[in-house]
Each structure stands twice: as C-alpha cells, then as structure tokens.
C-alpha cells in the first residue's frame, strides 16, 4: 500500500498517485464539458491546500477561495472571478480568517476518494472534498459531508 505523504491517500498500485490522479481530473476539466469544467478552480484548491508543499504559491488563494464559498456561501463564479481581476493575488477578506500555518489534522477525503470522476456523482462527491479539505486546515463548516 502507497500513502501520499502530504493528504495521507493510500494507493494500492505504485503505478497510482495523487499527481496521477489530478492529472486525469485536469483532463477532464480542461474538457470544458460539465460537471467538470466550470468547477476547476474548487478542485485544483482542495488539491493545493492537500499537497501544500507542492503548491506553496497557490494555498493562500486556495483557502481563501473555498473559505468564500463553503463557508461563505459565496457563488464560485463569483469568487473565481475576483480572483482572476486580482491577478491571482489573495485580496484581503475581513470575513475570511487567516489559514493556519499548517493542515491541523488528515483530511478525512482526498483525491483517491474521488474515484473515477463519474459524472453522475462528481459535483456532490467534490463538495464533499472541498469541505473535507477545509476542515483538515481547522475551518468550521455547519454543512455535513
């Protein structure tokens, strides 16, 4: 069994990793088909803030920006919107607390939870990553997952 070192993901093929996986859920959401394509931005930030080593310039915009929906209950277009017009810069939120300096616990569902990216289940089973995802940082989420 192979464990992702950042998220904890067990593998039970060397062949298969977090990298691995990503890279197939970037194919599916550089598609432009849906459900994939217009969640992008929710699925590279739960990634980033689950392999932060990986994505040190990305964790900042990548919790500020599931904080704003998940637990803002702002519209992603929204958020994804302002964060392009900043040019990827993470504009100060009073109602975004600071992320902590580290994940204060394992996530609870990482990539490998995800399976195949089925279309049927992809958007709630994402949901349920992104809230996962900010959970393991210490963020309270009232919405069960």
């Not at 298969?16 to 217009?38: I, K, M, T, V």
């Amino acid at each position: 069994m192979r464990e992702c070192s950042e998220c904890g993901a067990r593998y039970p093929a060397d062949t298969d990793s977090c990298a691995a996986r990503f890279d197939q859920l970037l194919a599916l959401d550089h598609s432009r088909r849906e459900p994939w394509g217009s969640r992008h931005g929710q699925a590279f930030a739960a990634f980033a803030l689950q392999h932060p080593v990986e994505h040190r310039a990305s964790v900042d915009s990548a919790w500020t920006a599931l904080y704003r929906i998940y637990c803002l209950d702002q519209p992603p277009a929204r958020v994804f919107g302002a964060l392009r017009a900043a040019h990827g810069r993470v504009v100060s939120d009073p109602e975004v607390p600071a992320r902590a300096p580290a994940m204060v616990t394992r996530p609870a569902i990482t990539i490998a939870d995800l399976g195949e990216f089925s279309a049927g289940d992809y958007a709630t089973r994402l949901d349920e990553w992104c809230r996962a995802t900010l959970r393991a940082w210490g963020a309270r989420i009232d919405v069960a997952a």
